[in-house]
């Protein structure tokens, strides 16, 4: 007769199963992670949630290829809900401790299922990234890569609920496409982010690169874009992610969450006056600008070191979560070339799809036109920018600073680009090309046969100083006002409050469906 197993032997086999499931590789191997420098995924987790409100989804599972089991603790990954501020998400970590944090069929399982419960019950979805791509013997075959392809949700997403990445370690395959799937992504200086790594890469092509010249950051924050923030360490990875969730709602039929401030709405900018020139080629940092206009003066920059010209960052007006679009003038005197148009169109589908109303703030020359420019499709670019600018239906606010020139004029959401208001400083210069360009153009013929051409060249620049005035705009009622530069945040306050009375700063989401990486 077969001696009856008591409860107390299960629950002590389950606890055995736990405590191997909890060390995932092994001690050994986890060992070796801390001494190359890297949490586990586990530590990861723990640092990113809030204390105790871990809840993991799938922990006994492991790899379903015979022999594997005992060894392949969660199949390389672990899945869970937890809490970030008291907000709700899903998070997934790769464990490079387990197969090199590849993916086996019960991983991309877990992970396909995880992403499927985030759409269903409108939850965030966190990735802490790190791992080798598709396991081999999993992948092998016909059969094998046949249902490892690319999963739907991961493709149809539409930005229904915010994904928010990281890449903490070398990251091939698996990570690389969730990173770029995402609203934001975070690279640790150090780590790899590309679809194969040098290895295969020289065994398919004998191209032969290291981990950094391949899918360095330096590689994807200033060069691709592919990455909206680079961090000096995991810690800070992790914090990056966490600051950029705070401006995010829950999922697309929420509305951001509002911030309590003490930073009064109708705080005039008397600093402003003396700090922007009202000499048009004098250099000044927009970053001080915006802070001086947001509240407290805090505002979370993405891709800073891509399309450098042009900045574009969260903040606050009044508590109301806001995307500032802004030209810069430190750099190529605030003009626009393809990555800007990228950056651009890139942060105005993320703003409107998450119901964050934008703000324009405009100081730019036009766009840089050159031959180098148009083989990277500037004028298609241009126009991507004006299209997702068109159907952006969040609520548009549109200050002109000192100049915005030519067509770049309509790409910072001027008259008839769908904005709710369109005002500008008694400073700005509003016309089709720079005083300097225009005179040569219209008057060249008539400089060369002046008797004192010099003489002639300065009184045609004071005529098309007038001529740009934005007076001349706002007599005809083509811009909404001209205002003291000292009330740009009481007017944006105000402005952003009428415009967000009836449906909040809820937009149609147009652009939801736009993708992710262009």
Sequence with gaps: MQEEITMDQLLEDLEKRRERARLMGGQEKIDRHHQSGFYTARERIEKLLDPGSFLE???LSHSEFPGAEQKSAGDGIICGLGKIDGRPVVVEAIDKTVFA???GSVHIKKSEALHDYALKRGFPIFNLGEGGGLRMPDGMGSDGIS???FPQNLLTIGRKVPMISSILGDSYGGPTWLAVSSDFVTQVKGSCMAVAGPRMLEMATGEKITPEELGGWKVHAETTGQTDHVSDSEENAIEAMKAFFRYMPLNADQEPPKKETKDDPNRRLEEAIDFVPTRRTRAYDMKKLISMIVDDGDFFELKPLFGRSLITALAHLNGQVVGVIANQPMMFA?????????KATDFICLCDSFHIPLVFLHDIPGFRVSSAAEKKKVPSKIMQWNQALARATVPKLSVVIRKSIGAAYGNMCGPTMGADSVVAW???????TGPEVGVNVV???????ADDPKQAREELLKTWGFDSSPYKAAGKFMIDDVIDPRDTRKYLCQMLEYACVNNGSKSKRLLANWPTSF
């Design 57 to 59: 989804i799938g922990g």
């Design 147 to 149: 249902d490892k392809l």
């Design 334 to 342: 605030g003009s626009s070339g393809p990555e800007e148009c990228d």
């Design 101 to 103: 944090g590849t993916e």
């Design 443 to 449: 008057y060249g013929r008539k400089l060369m046969e």
């Design 426 to 432: 008694p400073s700005a210069e509003i016309n089709f």
